[in-house]
């Protein structure tokens, strides 16, 4: 199984970017998958994330401001991020527990994403 991170940049404060994640491999079910984000010198934090049934969540710093969502036919997670600010300057990580199938039985697994650095700077 492997995640993989794109659509981070440069972009001007105010700006917006959509971040991708695309999940391959042998899957049997995703449960959930989530952004987490690691600004230099601090700990990675939670971002967001969206459930299998569709509930989403995010953390007090991004909500109303960025959007979590999921296209289940391509196994892919989108952020999108408006009114972007220098404190979001960070790595992005994409994050899944998902269930694989193994010797007849299903096993839960944390998979994460290489990173997409997302820069805010004018």
């Known amino acids: 199984v492997q995640l993989q991170a794109s659509g981070g940049g440069l972009v001007q404060p105010g700006g917006s970017l959509r971040l991708s994640c695309v999940v391959s491999g042998d899957i049997f079910s995703i449960v959930r998958m989530g952004w987490y984000r690691q600004a230099p010198g601090k700990q990675r934090n939670f971002v967001a994330y969206?459930?299998?049934?569709?509930?989403?969540d995010y953390s007090d710093s991004v909500r109303g401001r960025f959007t979590i969502s999921r296209d289940i036919g391509e196994n892919t997670l989108y952020l999108h991020m408006n009114n972007l600010s220098p404190e979001d300057t960070a790595v992005y990580y994409c994050?899944?527990?998902?269930?694989?199938?193994?010797?007849?039985?299903?096993?839960?697994?944390?998979?994460w994403g290489q990173g997409t650095q997302v820069t805010v700077s004018s």
């Open positions: 994050n899944a527990d998902l269930r694989t199938m193994e010797f007849g039985s299903t096993i839960l697994h944390t998979f």
């Open positions: 969206i459930t299998s049934g569709g509930p989403t």
